[in-house]
């Protein structure tokens, strides 16, 4: 079975400071992917950012960008340029390519962007 | 468009209660998900139905009734719930991979949820 654990259980940081989220995961896969999904008060979960685990390019988006290291089974989430709008609570999740369809995730990390 | 609607966003009902909560879109996905999320916590599979039929039922109760009429569309029929299934039920849909690489296979995109409080 897979399991994820996101250690960080809330962060808080200034706006437009850079932060990182931390995400590590036990798997005996070879082939999967590993998401990011933030869910801000809304409650709507949004995708934040993909990484498929046979691509060694780490995958970015605007201010949005990983380190994936497959080795050492670690996923963080690297925010940039931070802002009001990216408070939320944040997961990371891990899928299997072959088989289920189900997604795996942490318990989340509690993202406040202060003034 | 990677929208997921669902409908209603609220909804109070008792225990001796039948209610159902509804789930569209139109991005041509075909396979479709209910997840249950209690409050701080990740959300929590209970079926997917991969090209209308169903694959997965995480061992949920019968009192929860999951329906695909179409490729589009998915219901969550609701009866005799008890005070402990309050929650927050997403709904999910995502294309289904065949070949490796195609972006955005198996991408879940979620729905805005439906906020349920049983009585």
């Known amino acids: 079975a897979q399991t994820v654990t996101q250690s960080q259980p809330e962060m808080s940081v200034q706006e437009a400071e850079t932060v990182t989220l931390s995400c590590t995961y036990d798997?005996?896969?070879?082939?999967?992917?590993l998401f990011w999904y933030k869910q801000p008060p809304s409650r709507q979960m949004i995708l934040v950012i993909r990484?498929?685990?046979?691509?060694?390019q780490n995958a970015t988006e605007n201010r949005f960008s990983v380190n994936f290291q497959k080795a050492a089974k670690s996923f963080s989430l690297k925010i940039s340029d931070s802002q009001l709008g990216d408070t939320a609570m944040y997961f990371c999740?891990?899928?299997?390519?072959?088989?289920?369809?189900?997604?795996?995730f942490g318990q989340g990390t509690r993202l406040t962007i202060n003034p | 468009d990677t929208e997921v609607t669902q409908t209603p966003k609220h909804l109070v009902m008792g225990m001796t209660n039948k209610k159902s909560l509804k789930c569209e879109q139109h991005?041509?996905?075909?396979?479709m998900y209910w997840y249950k999320q209690k409050a701080k916590k990740p959300p929590e599979l209970m079926f997917v139905?991969?090209?209308?039929?169903?694959?997965i039922n995480e061992s949920v109760p019968s009192r929860f009734s999951p329906e695909c009429p179409n490729s589009s569309l998915l219901n969550l029929h609701l009866h005799a719930l008890q005070p402990e299934d309050s929650a927050l039920y997403l709904c999910?849909?995502?294309?289904?991979?065949?070949?490796?690489?195609?972006?955005?296979?198996?991408?879940?995109?979620f729905g805005p949820g439906t906020r349920l409080t049983v009585l």
């Open positions: 991005m041509g996905h075909r396979a």
């Open positions: 999740a891990f899928m299997k390519i072959q088989g289920a369809q189900k997604l795996v």
């Open positions: 999910a849909s995502s294309s289904i991979g065949l070949f490796r690489g195609q972006r955005d296979t198996d991408t879940q995109y």
């Open positions: 990484q498929e685990a046979y691509k060694q």
């Open positions: 798997t005996s896969e070879n082939n999967y992917y």
């Open positions: 139905y991969s090209y209308e039929k169903l694959s």
